[in-house]
């Protein structure tokens, strides 16, 4: 609404072209000054406020904006941030003071085909993700949230069917996820990528993603490594979508108005078909199918209930048959031939609940109670018997004939129950948070596996006077305990003539009676934008992080004569970490288009490390606070349209992780030195039908060495991970702008996807061969080679 200069009226108006008359229609200059607003009435910040061929500015963090300019006949102004649609006003015969106060509409659910011509500045240590690509990126997995996270600075994957990731030098452990600000947790017993299925996170019903590599706020958990947190999205009309590929499919639907939401999306998974690519031949039958549904009630403007449903059935089931493996170098090549008997059968179950209530406290604060519950039942049954021949292949002399005999009855039940209330006011410069939370674990475990190996008719280990299994473990705990947790933050933003300030400070207050442990955890970062050039950004964050145990870290293996027994821990400590993370980002625009280049240099000095041995994506722990060391390392990224209407990015990463275990200085087990990652897009030059894909990692290998030894006897590292996956997009339908009234459909997408564009061979782990001298042989374990994915997608 344009109105005089003494009055100001901030008014909801529809997207578009709009027209504002003056009274004065001699040409002159003009000041026009305003506030920009969400839907919420919201100040937004960085709006770009611009007359059209006569200069514009940026809105301040008030979301207010002032300039002059020349006047004309018409003058046309438009408002641009990505995130919102654009708003254009035209102005006729405009002269003196004028104020126009504009609301602009999220454009978050419009966001699959919009042209970003701004790029998002990042004040904080969490960055949002740009999801607009998502249905149609090139996916291994099912979950391709996760696998855009992989792509970022500072995280890397070295395994393409496992959605879990390291960062920064973390394990796979150390990473927060949240949905609609409920933390969620994963299966405990997943030992290798194969049997992992479907995330709790469904990219389909997705609205927003943001992402931390370091240094975030005191309103989330105790982790030391990253943060994912989520926010699904209350459909405002009638929705849905339906995906099917070689890998499975997907159907979503979604309904909702100005006070009630409803979405709900199936998924159904198997990479039967990629594991038809490894070298271990045999009947593979995964199943992966979950059913989740998202409400949302707003009866009125201070009342609002939110509930979430998931269930999941993951089943793997597998009868290898044989595997032939060559591996060493050009002038030293070995053979390794094994002919298999026996099955494995594995079932992971899992249930997720939580119900938010949220009440409106004036214009300023709101007040909401949240339960949630988390329970899985886990399966993990496997008794299978190899035979194996390893030769040198240019001599075919035989280095080793024996047989190994793996069995496993693993059974694993675990419940958690919360109890969380969230206090929130925002007002002018701050915006206050608490929470409050309480926190109950029920873990049962029953476990039993062992080993046996023999080399040409000898036992190992080798004795001469028993038999012994080379690997013996069982285990049967329960765990009962309460977590009760609080914290508080402020995040402050000021403007002034040097420039732009935004503050963040807080902290958090943990107790766990497993071991009567307190934790204290103080956290601060700062942004500030200076006046004299508003394209950089500056961030530093610091603060002092804990690792609180799970299940998984408290179980202490007691080794007695080759017997492995475990017992929990009750002296077991958090680890902790002080952390230290400074960053800089410059915006600035080539051929008229956006781009942003971001740095971040990060240091953490860890203590009371509880040390971990990796196997494929299998973590066990030491179960004691026996190290300390430290995390160094520098990210770069690059982002913006390479291409004119698409988004794409490149992240490089240098790191060094290190530790002190019993008095040697060694590699981490995620010591990745360097990391590149890629994800480009691009149209076929004269059409926008045809869109491509590319997503690239190539990242340094990790240390490994001979299993069931400790970290310090892991001389070895992996080759590289390397890894192109090529998505092909073909637009049959374009209903986007519903010129096809009667057709409900929206668009359709046919997709092919080339996987492991050129076929590189990357090892997930080793099988590890000992003849009777002690002799010890690393046969590479080998990932997917290259395949092809038919994709369809229709969007309602």
């Known amino acids: 609404m344009l109105v005089g200069s003494t009055t100001s009226v901030f008014a909801q108006e529809p997207a578009g072209d709009d027209t504002a008359d003056t009274a004065n229609v001699q040409r002159a200059k003009v000041h026009l000054k305003g506030r920009v607003v969400d839907e919420s009435q919201d100040p937004i910040g960085f709006v770009s406020v611009m007359a059209v061929g006569r200069g514009g500015t940026l809105t301040n963090l008030q979301g207010e904006y002032a300039f002059d300019f020349e006047g004309g006949d018409s003058v046309v102004i438009t408002y641009t941030l990505m995130g919102y649609e654009q708003r254009r006003k035209v102005l006729k015969n405009p002269s003196g003071n004028l104020t126009l106060n504009i609301v602009m509409k999220d454009d978050s659910k419009l966001m699959n085909e919009v042209t970003v011509k701004e790029v998002q500045r990042q004040m904080g240590s969490t960055q949002t993700l740009n999801t607009k690509d998502i249905k149609r990126m090139p996916s291994t997995t099912g ?147 979950d059913y989740q549904a998202y409400l949302s009630w ?75 519950t988390f329970s899985t039942r886990e399966r993990e049954t496997y008794d299978i018997q190899g035979e194996y021949w390893l030769s040198q292949t240019e001599t075919q002399e035989q280095l080793g004939v024996g047989r190994y005999l793996q069995h496993a009855r693993n059974i694993l039940t675990s419940n958690t129950n919360s109890l969380k209330l969230n206090y929130e006011y925002k007002r002018n410069a701050h915006r206050v948070l608490t929470g409050l939370s309480w926190r109950h674990e029920s873990i049962d475990e029953n476990t039993r596996e062992w080993e046996s190996r023999d080399s040409s008719g000898y036992n190992i280990p080798h004795t001469g006077a028993d038999l012994r299994l080379i690997y013996n473990l069982k285990s049967i705990n329960a765990v009962s305990s309460n977590h009760i947790e609080f914290y508080a933050q402020d995040t402050w933003r000021h403007e002034s003539k040097a420039g732009i300030i935004s503050l963040n400070y807080g902290a958090r207050l943990s107790h766990w009676n497993w071991n009567s442990e307190w934790l204290f955890s103080p956290r601060v970062s700062m942004g500030f934008v200076p006046a004299k050039n508003d394209n950089f950004t500056f961030r530093l964050a610091t ?73 494929n994506v299998k973590v066990v722990y ?171 997608l229709v969007e309602f």
């Not at 707003?298 to 993951?314: L, Q």
Request: include cysteine; aromatic fraction near 16%.
């Open 143 to 289: 979950n391709a949230v996760e696998e855009m996270v992989a792509t970022q600075a500072g995280v890397s994957t070295h395994n393409e069917m496992s959605s879990q990731y390291n960062v920064r030098g973390g394990s796979f452990d150390e990473n927060c996820v949240y949905i609609n600000g409920v933390e969620v947790y994963r299966p405990l017993l997943i030992s290798s990528g194969m049997q992992e299925g479907l995330s709790v996170i469904n990219s389909d019903m997705v609205e927003k993603v943001d992402f931390s590599a370091g240094g975030f706020e005191a309103r989330y958990g105790d982790k030391m490594s990253s943060v994912l947190d989520i926010t699904y999205r209350r459909p405002e009309r009638w929705e849905g979508s339906v995906q099917a590929s070689l890998l499975g499919a997907n159907v979503y639907a979604g309904y909702g108005n100005k006070h009630f939401s409803f979405s709900n999306s199936a998924r159904y998974k198997t990479n039967q078909y990629m594991l038809g690519s490894l070298e271990t031949t045999g009947e593979y039958k995964p199943k992966f199918f």
């Open 298 to 372: 707003r009866p009125n403007k201070n009342w609002s209930i939110d509930v979430i449903g998931y269930v999941s059935k993951n089943s793997f089931y597998f009868q290898p048959k044989n595997r032939t493996t060559s591996f060493g170098t050009l002038e030293n090549v070995k053979n390794m031939t094994v002919y298999f008997d026996g099955w494995e059968d594995d079932l992971f179950r899992t249930l997720f609940g939580t119900a938010k209530l949220t009440r409106r406290l004036g214009n300023y604060s709101n007040l909401s109670l949240a339960y949630s």
């Open 543 to 615: 603060g002092l992080y804990y690792q609180s145990p799970f299940y998984k870290e408290i179980r202490d293996t007691i080794n007695t004569m080759g017997n492995c027994t475990v017992q929990l821990n009750k002296d077991i400590k958090s680890q902790r970490s002080f952390q230290i993370v400074a960053g800089a980002e410059y915006k600035f625009r080539v051929v008229d288009r956006p781009f942003k280049f971001t740095t971040e240099l990060y240091y953490k000095a860890q203590s009371n490390i509880n040390p971990y041995n990796v196997d």
């Open 622 to 792: 030491y179960g004691q606070n026996i190290a300390s060391g430290y995390v160094a390392g520098a990210d770069f990224k690059i982002y913006g349209e390479f291409v004119p209407g698409t988004d794409s990015w490149i992240s490089f990463g240098l790191m060094k992780a290190q530790m002190n275990l019993h008095g040697k200085s060694i590699p981490q087990p995620t010591d990745q030195r360097y990391n590149l990652s890629l994800f480009f897009t691009d149209y076929f030059p004269g059409t926008t039908r045809w869109k491509m894909s590319l997503k690239a990692n190539f990242a340094d290998g990790l240390p490994f060495g001979a299993p069931h030894t400790g970290l310090e006897h892991h001389r070895f590292r992996a080759p590289a991970y390397k890894r192109i996956d090529l998505g092909m997009n073909y637009r049959v339908l374009d209903n986007e702008d519903r010129h096809l009234r009667s057709n409900p459909i929206k668009n359709i997408w046919l997709g092919l996807d080339c996987f492991n564009v050129f076929d590189f061979k990357n090892v997930s782990g080793y099988f590890w061969v000992t003849d009777v001298t002690g002799h010890q042989y690393a046969v590479p374990n080998y990932l997917t080679g290259r395949m092809i994915n038919a994709r369809v």
